[in-house]
Nanobody, 117 residues
Framework: QVQLVESGGGLVQAGGSLRLSCGAS????????MGWYRQPPGKQREMVAY???????HYADFVKGRFTISRDNAKKTVYLQMNSLKPEDTAVYYC???????????WGQGTQVTVSS
């Protein structure tokens, strides 16, 4: 059974940094597009960033220049380095593994990130 396990969340002051990690098991990690999504309190889940199998990256406008996504295929791990954090970055952050054919879409359980002002 596919498992995605996030870690690295916590409480940080505005302007601080956190590094999220997501370890995957039971998938051919290298062929998946790996992403990070977040769900702020009372809002819908939204895409933060993703990295494709060819290492190309895509970011939501609200994190460009502050967050960096990376992956280590040998460790089956995707990272999200978050710098210059703002209170509005407070959310549960979810790891996602997606492939188009055959269609697969997997989610982690989420990790809480809280940014205090």
């Amino acid at each position: 059974q596919v498992q995605l396990v996030e870690s690295g969340g916590g409480l940080v002051q505005a302007g601080g940094s956190l590094r999220l990690s997501c370890g995957a098991s039971e998938i051919t990690f290298s062929i998946y597009r790996m992403g990070w999504y977040r769900q702020p309190p009372g809002k819908q889940r939204e895409m933060v960033a993703y990295i494709s199998s060819d290492q190309s990256t895509h970011y939501a406008d609200f994190v460009k220049g502050r967050f960096t996504i990376s992956r280590d295929n040998a460790k089956k791990t995707v990272y999200l380095q978050m710098n210059s954090l703002k209170p509005e970055d407070t959310a549960v952050y979810y790891c996602n593994a997606w492939r188009s054919f055959p269609s697969r879409n997997h989610w982690g359980q989420g990790t809480q990130v809280t940014v205090s002002s």
